[in-house]
């Protein structure tokens, strides 16, 4: 019914779109955006999404969330890709692939529109004749590099607006020789800008043409007999040679490149971009990325490209790409030569130097999208615990919390588990199996009674440190017995709650009425892992014993085999599969059974089946 009238109520919308070039933007029953995207022909590419049964498991994902469209007109294919990632950045729809854009990345600024520039960090980019470096995913980095900048170059670093109408009086950064002294009058603009030139060669990476460029600048000082400033000019090229030599040659023919890879995990990933410059590997750039999803490396590659490139002046001539992202990209490559005039080249390496280079890109992308995705764990589990700890008011962070389930079969075999974790991590050595001594058939209650009574007996016997949080896997039966044995031990005081499964409601001792909290919150996340590890682990211990119970009693059964026999059958067999399924071959290799018992084992586990 959903189904007609959206298709209906879309198509009525978009009868007289045409064929036009644009973006348009899907939204959910909230009114959410939650697709971007650009056409050459709105109405064409719209209808394609009104298919149920699409092809493409992400349209088709889609289409079970969008309630409403709506759409923006561009004059061209390339002007509706730029505004397409204007849009991204501003709506943050979850379907589309886009860069994380927790911050804004810094960059290098030469404030050209002045008539002495200055070089300064800036997070804002503004369309008013500056000259813009980046950006820079390491804040350090660029720290590092700016300060580079000025021990090498002597730029001035004072907000004045110049030139004074009176000579001003120079700051310490001129008598340290770190700065000409335009304040004072003591540069002319030509040399103060042949300074500025020297400076965007370097950030570019054109060093080598840097240094030719300053060795005849100082061949001609020295002609002239100025030789502090051939002096000077020297040690900027040394300066710049040490650099040089900490920089890897990666490419003899001093080309000019991007090296693109990326790494993804479910939704999230990370593009590395390795910049050689001169034929030198002179940066590596690392860009968190999400909506991954259901998305194709084409997709990624184009949202990297569209997302990156038209946000920076600084275009190399070549991009390295991987051979499994080759598509379509005239659109991306037109939109970047139309905003940026460059039209770089893009190459899909598959052999050779520059697949090398792609590989060191994708081996850097893996190290780096674990990084993050280990630091967002430990953010995570660190906040969760803080919300434990808020949430259910606790007096002490919630460093170790245990949790215990019973597992049985309609009541046999019954068995406990109880897990630990430890910083909001599982931790191994603290898990325990537990099998139920003074219970028989359901009763689940009253053998969480038997197992939190036993556990925390034996902390306080062998004076072990108490748990901050235990968390019992039932509702408020199987609680209120847990705190009645914590109360019977005096320990009454140890915090403890109830997860009940259907609704993943939260109680607390002695109140009838649960708490619920939003199950995708960091704290909730955290208790229900907890929770489920527990569950896990119990489960699989029980199956080890219903498994082994089983086989005994098929043994039992069968004459000529004691107990020694038999526990060499169990241990051969364990983790192998069951001895009633083995083969007549197999028995025969059991230590202690001979080829005659084999045969009589194999018969009568023949007839039980």
């Known amino acids: ?20 070039p644009g973006c348009y933007l899907w939204k959910n029953q909230k009114g959410d955006v939650i697709y971007v ?76 529109s002045e008539p002495y520039p200055m070089v300064f960090l800036t997070r ?13 995913t390491d804040v350090r980095a660029a720290r590092d590099t700016l300060e580079l900048i000025h021990q090498i170059f002597p730029v001035r670093k004072t907000k004045l607006k110049l030139p004074l109408a009176k000579p001003g009086r120079p700051c310490l950064n001129f008598h340290m020789h770190r700065c000409l002294g335009p304040c004072q009058g003591n540069v002319s603009m030509d040399i103060y800008n042949e300074l500025i030139q020297e400076i965007i060669s370097f950030l570019e990476g054109k060093k080598e043409g840097l240094v030719q460029s300053l060795k005849k600048s100082m061949i001609v000082a020295s002609e002239k007999l100025e030789y502090e400033r051939a002096g000077f000019i020297k040690k900027k090229i040394d300066q710049i040679n040490q650099i040089r030599e900490r920089q890897t040659v990666v490419s003899l023919d001093g080309g000019e490149e991007d090296v693109i890879a990326f790494a993804r995990r479910d939704n999230e990933g990370q593009v590395v971009v390795l910049e050689v410059r001169g034929g030198r590997l002179e940066n590596k750039k690392s860009f968190p990325i999400t909506g991954l999803e259901m998305s194709t490396e084409e ?35 037109a939109a970047i030569h139309e905003q940026c005039n460059i039209l770089p080249k893009l190459k899909f390496p598959e052999s050779g130097q520059k697949k090398s280079l792609l590989r060191l890109a994708e081996k850097n992308a893996e190290l780096s999208l674990t990084e993050r995705i280990l630091a967002t764990k430990l953010k995570d589990q660190t906040v969760a615990m803080k919300e434990i700890q808020e949430k259910l008011k606790l007096n002490h962070l919630p460093r170790v919390i245990e949790c215990y389930d019973i597992s049985h079969f309609q009541g046999s075999s019954p068995v406990a588990s109880g897990v630990m974790f430890v910083e909001g991590k599982p931790y191994k050595p603290g898990y325990r199996h537990y099998k139920i001594r003074g219970y028989e058939g359901i009763n689940d209650p009253g053998m969480m009674h038997e197992v939190i009574a036993r556990r925390l007996s034996h ?3 062998e004076e072990e440190p108490l748990p901050d949080l235990i968390v019992i896997d039932g ?7 847990a705190a009645e044995a914590a109360i019977a031990l005096d320990l009454g005081s140890i915090p403890m709650i109830g997860l009940a499964k259907k609704r993943e409601e939260i109680f607390f001792p002695g109140e009838k009425d649960p708490y619920t909290f939003d199950i995708h919150s960091p704290m909730m996340r955290l208790i229900r892992s907890v929770r489920d590890e527990a569950h896990r682990f119990g489960v699989s211990y029980h199956r080890v014993l219903r498994k082994k119970k089983t086989l005994q009693s098929v043994l039992d059964d069968i004459a000529d085999i004691g107990s ?14 069951k001895v009633q399924d083995a083969k007549l071959s197999e028995l025969r290799l059991v230590p202690g059974i001979g080829e005659k018992l084999a045969e009589k084992i194999f018969e009568r586990l023949q007839k039980k089946t």
């Open 299 to 333: 997709e990624i590659i184009q949202a990297f490209l569209r997302d990156y490139y038209l946000n920076i002046s600084l275009l190399p001539n070549q991009i390295i790409l991987p051979k499994t992202a080759k598509g379509n990209y005239d659109a991306v490559l």
């Open 37 to 112: 995207g650009k056409a050459i022909k709105l109405e064409s590419r719209i209808r394609s999404y009104l298919n149920p049964n699409h092809p493409d498991r992400k349209t088709r994902s889609l289409f079970i969330e969008i309630q409403d469209l709506d759409w923006i007109v561009t004059r061209t294919e390339s002007e509706a890709l730029i505004l397409e990632a204007t849009l991204i950045k501003k709506y943050n729809p979850k379907f589309n692939v886009r860069l994380k854009d927790d911050k804004k990345f810094p960059f290098i600024c030469i404030s050209l």
């Open 124 to 136: 804002k980019v503004r369309d008013n004749g500056d000259r813009y470096f980046g950006p820079f």
């Open 1 to 20: 019914m959903k189904e007609s009238f959206l298709l209906k109520s879309i198509q009525e919308k978009i009868k007289n779109l045409g064929a036009v």
């Open 475 to 481: 509702g408020p039966t199987q609680l209120t017995r």
């Open 459 to 461: 902390l306080v016997n």
């Open 564 to 577: 020694v026999r038999r526990k060499e059958l169990l241990r051969y067999f364990q983790g192998k599969k």
